[in-house]
DNA sequence: GCGTCCAGGTCTACC
DNA sequence: GGTAGACCTGGACGC
């Protein structure tokens, strides 16, 4: 079945595909040279399906067509069609971000290419879960960690065209009736196993909401405070969550951003993180976006080619 | 193949 | 408030 979506007029599907490594981790998948995105979606139904997105071709280019793997009905088209446009931010407003970057010519590119919308996921939980499974370890870890929790507590879906076997990223519950020993071990969680435990277990006894972040109108410091309460959450996975929640106040350094940083304004020596936090300072409230840009511009300009 | 070392954020205990 | 050490894994490296 196919669904028509309409994008702001500056919104790029591919800068937002592969604003950060999301794209790369289940239940996402993604096909650079068609740009297209792919996903399991869990509806509220009971139904599982699979959703591809891509541009859709018009004259004024301004849609997406939304393909998925079975018919739906009107409930359940409506449910989709809100999913993706949470997941791509659509209806986020970017226009005082680019005016912005307007303002400065080494940030010229962002509104050009319609960057600074960073793809989260179907919901608030499966961003923080995926989030802490970033924390101190190699990407390649963090792919390992989340493919397990879908594998191995992810609902299963079996494609009719290709009867290949897909997983669902596993909600609060499926988390929650584990063991630590079985998040250590058969999901290489590590230390960050009672993390997981506990936020899934506090969700299932609705001690926490922490699907309201995404509509909550409060300060972002107090925002930051109650995605802190997180056990796993310091401050750069905070930092990061808040990015997704639409707040860019904070900057999220990681050694990653420490070493892009260094090379790129720095000459490769290194400097304390006042340094940074200085440097983006006079971004205000979008200095959080505007690191990003900023040290994945080569992104945009080589490793995607945009 | 095996052992050792290191990188990567967060938590907790301690000063 | 600041700091040191523990946590756990995969990868690099030396033997």
């Given at each position: 079945m196919k669904l028509s979506i309409s994008v702001p007029s500056e919104f790029n599907l591919k800068s937002t595909i592969f604003s950060h490594g999301w794209c790369e981790l289940l239940p996402f998948s993604n096909d650079r040279d068609d740009v297209s995105l792919t996903r399991l979606i869990d509806l509220s139904s009971g139904k599982i399906i699979s959703a591809q997105i891509k541009e859709q071709r018009t004259k004024s280019n301004n849609a997406l067509q939304v393909v998925t793997s079975s018919p739906l009905n009107s409930t359940e088209q409506k449910e989709v069609k809100s999913l993706v446009r949470t997941s791509l931010r659509l209806d986020e407003h970017f226009t005082e971000f680019y005016a912005e970057a307007s303002k400065h010519k080494e940030f010229f590119w962002v509104p050009a290419f319609g960057a600074g919308r960073l793809l989260r996921s179907q919901t608030v939980f499966e961003d923080v879960v995926k989030m802490i499974c970033t924390t101190n370890c190699s990407w390649a870890l963090t792919e390992i960690m989340v493919e397990n929790l879908c594998k191995k507590l992810g609902k299963k879906f079996s494609d009719s065209n290709s009867n290949a076997l897909q997983y669902c990223f596993p909600d609060p519950e499926a988390i929650a009736g584990t063991s630590e020993k079985f998040l250590r071990k058969e999901i290489r969680a590590g230390y960050r196993a009672p993390y997981l435990l506990e936020l899934s277990k506090r969700i299932v006894k609705k001690e926490i909401d922490i699907e309201a972040w995404r509509t909550l109108q409060i300060p972002t410091d107090e925002l930051f405070q109650q995605v802190r309460s997180v056990k796993g959450v310091g401050p750069y996975a905070a930092g990061n969550l808040l990015k997704l929640l639409g707040h860019y106040d904070y900057l999220a350094i990681d050694s990653w951003c420490r070493k892009k940083f260094f090379e790129k304004h720095k000459n490769g020596r290194t400097t304390s993180d006042k340094v940074i936090e200085k440097y983006y300072?006079?971004?205000?409230?979008w200095q959080g976006l505007f690191l990003w840009m900023d040290l994945t511009q080569y992104w945009y300009e080589k490793e995607f080619a945009f």
């Open positions: 300072r006079q971004f205000g409230k």
